[in-house]
């Protein structure tokens, strides 16, 4: 059984900034790939940014967010940076094998103008 248990997020005002934590525990081998989404009201979940095979972003996001893992923790983070109301979501870890994939709770980001 894998857990992945989310923190950080919050209210913040337009060009602030936050970090998105996402911790794995149960039993496990090594992930191929960590990596965050998020869903707005009314959207489809977005892919974000992804750790496995290298870091690749949304086009929205370059520049501002940035993914990186630690694996003696078991733990991938999103640093988030000059956000914007847009970027408001709700944000998901997704940790994953070519074969399942495994969810965090989902953790509220709300960005004010």
């Known amino acids: 059984q894998v857990q992945l248990v989310q923190s950080g997020g919050g209210l913040v005002q337009a060009g602030g900034s936050l970090r998105l934590s996402c911790t794995a525990s149960?039993?496990?081998?090594?992930?191929?790939?960590m990596d965050w989404y998020r869903q707005a009201p009314g959207k489809q979940r977005e892919l974000v940014a992804t750790?496995?095979?290298?870091?690749m972003y949304a086009d929205s996001v370059k520049g501002r967010f940035t993914i990186s893992t630690d694996g003696a923790k078991n733990t991938v983070y999103l640093q988030m940076s000059s956000l914007k109301p847009e970027d408001t979501a709700v944000y998901y870890c997704?940790?994953?094998?070519?074969?399942?994939?495994?969810w965090g709770q989902g953790t509220q980001v709300t960005i004010s103008s």
């Open positions: 997704n940790a994953w094998y070519p074969d399942r994939n495994y």
């Open positions: 149960g039993s496990f081998v090594r992930f191929s790939g």
């Open positions: 750790s496995g095979g290298g870091t």
